[in-house]
Structure formats: structure tokens, C-alpha cells
């Protein structure tokens, strides 16, 4: 049986000249590009982890482009970055006509983060308000636990902000100011396809050395993904006692994979 082409953990990335097209799902001006890193599926049991990258897919639109509709398509090696599609026509262009529709592209943007309310967030005391600038920091990592009686139920996407993302590279010592959040989606298991769906909830930890020395350093809490309010009512219980096995790697899980 010859493998699936587009095997492997998908995460796209889109340039700002792209955004506010591919939130819309159409009518992308010169300059948009769009890449989906694949790497590999490490399958273990009832979860599904990112492991190392395999290669990447990307079109870039260019009006000149006219037999494949304004997109420049290729694809690249993981390891030199060169070109590694022969034909883009036959090779990309012919699957993504069944998307003319969407300006050709398939995939769909997750939504912005907001509060359903409308109304400014605001921090319990001993924790901090949800970072609503999530989805502009650096992305980390990605895990699926598929056991629905897990807490940790979920696709999982990991952020860190520019403060704490040193470190998570290096899996050093995390400055105060660092922050991590972990959004828990909905995965939409089709076969051996999985997909995002929607939120269900956030997990976050800041580091702040002075204000939660009973926690490792870190204010930790979890956010219902539509209000964005606090659900953790027991910190220590509810999530430092987990991360203490993660002692020598700063209290912290999740490894960033390049």
C-alpha cells in the first residue's frame, strides 16, 4: 500500500498578508503564503504526540501563477529546504481545485480569542487574567489524548510567549514573566484522520518567583474556553502536584519541537 502523502501532525502558518484572508476563507492578495509543517505521529496507545518534522508544504499566491489559479505551489526538504516537487500541477494544484470555492486553499482558520461577554477580563486574586494575545505567540508543541475520562482530554495546542520561549527551547530555568498556555480542543476523529475542533478549555502557568513559592515559582489555572474565566479552584491540587514530576525541567511538561 503506497503512504498517504499528507501523513503526519499538520501545523499551518499563515504570513499577515495572508491573515485576514485565510480568517475570511477567500480572496488572498499577492504576497499570501501558507505552509503546514508535517511531522511525525507518534502513536502511543490513546495519544498522539508531534515528533520530529518530515517536510513542508507550501503555496504562495502570485496572479502570474495562471495555470494553477494564482499559487505558486512546492513543497520542501525538512533537513536542506530545497524544493522537492517535481510537477505542481499534478503534484499539489489538481487536489486543491476541489477548493476553488475557498481561493483553493483547504485548510480553515481556528477563530480569534475572545470573550463571549465582550467584557474586559479581570484576575482572581493569587492568579492573572487570560492572555487573550495567545494566538500571536510562538506555537511549541501539539499532543492528542484521546481517553475522554483523561483531564487532559484533547487536541492540544502549547504557546509561549517571547519571555518564557528561550527557555522552552533549551528546557532551562523560565524567567518571571513567562507564560505557557495549553488550548484543549475538541479532535474530530475521522478514521485515521484527526482534526481541531472546538475549544474546550485553556491551561496556563506564569512564572512569578515571588508570588506562588508553593507552586514551583508559577501561578498555575485553567480557563472555560468560552468566558475565559478561571475554573482551577485549588491550584497545588488541581495542577502543581502533577507538575512536581517535572521538577528538573523547571515544573514545566511540554518540549518545544523545531
Known amino acids: 500500500m503506497q503512504p498517504n502523502p499528507l501523513y503526519g501532525f499538520q501545523q499551518v502558518f499563515v504570513n499577515d498578508i495572508a491573515l485576514n484572508a485565510y480568517k475570511s476563507g477567500g480572496g488572498y492578495p499577492d ?52 524544493s522537492k516537487i517535481e510537477g505542481p500541477v499534478t503534484g499539489c494544484y489538481n487536489c486543491h481545485i476541489a477548493k476553488k470555492d475557498r481561493d483553493y486553499v483547504f485548510t480553515t482558520f481556528a477563530g480569534d480569542i475572545t470573550a463571549s ?5 479581570t484576575a482572581k486574586p493569587g492568579s492573572f487574567a487570560f492572555p487573550v494575545d495567545l494566538r500571536s505567540w510562538r506555537h511549541s508543541n501539539s499532543k492528542i489524548i ?63 518567583s515571588t508570588a506562588a513559592p508553593q507552586t514551583g515559582g508559577w501561578i498555575m489555572d485553567g480557563f472555560d474556553g468560552k468566558e475565559l474565566n478561571s475554573v482551577v479552584n485549588d491550584p497545588v491540587s488541581g495542577c502543581f502536584n502533577c507538575h512536581m514530576t517535572q521538577k528538573s525541567n523547571d515544573y514545566v511538561f511540554s518540549k518545544y519541537i523545531p
Not at 60 to 79: C, E, P, V
Not at 117 to 121: C, D, E, M
Request: no cysteine; glycine share 14%.
Open 31 to 82: 504576497g499570501s503564503i501558507i505552509v503546514i509543517g508535517f511531522y511525525e505521529a507518534l502513536e502511543e496507545g490513546n495519544e498522539v504526540k508531534q515528533g520530529n518534522i518530515i517536510w513542508y508544504a507550501a503555496m504562495k499566491k502570485d496572479s502570474r501563477a495562471t495555470k494553477t489559479s494564482g499559487w505558486i505551489f512546492d513543497g520542501f526538504d525538512s533537513m536542506t529546504y530545497q
Open 117 to 121: 461577554a465582550g467584557a474586559g477580563l
Open 146 to 208: 484521546l481517553d475522554k475520562n483523561s483531564p487532559l482530554y484533547g487536541l492540544q495546542q502549547i504557546y509561549v510567549n517571547d519571555t518564557g520561549f528561550e527557555a522552552n527551547k533549551s528546557g532551562g530555568i523560565y524567567p518571571d514573566g513567562s507564560i505557557i498556555t495549553v488550548g484543549f480542543y475538541e479532535p474530530i476523529v475521522d478514521g485515521k484522520t484527526i482534526t481541531q475542533g472546538n475549544i474546550i478549555w485553556y491551561a496556563s502557568m506564569k512564572k512569578d
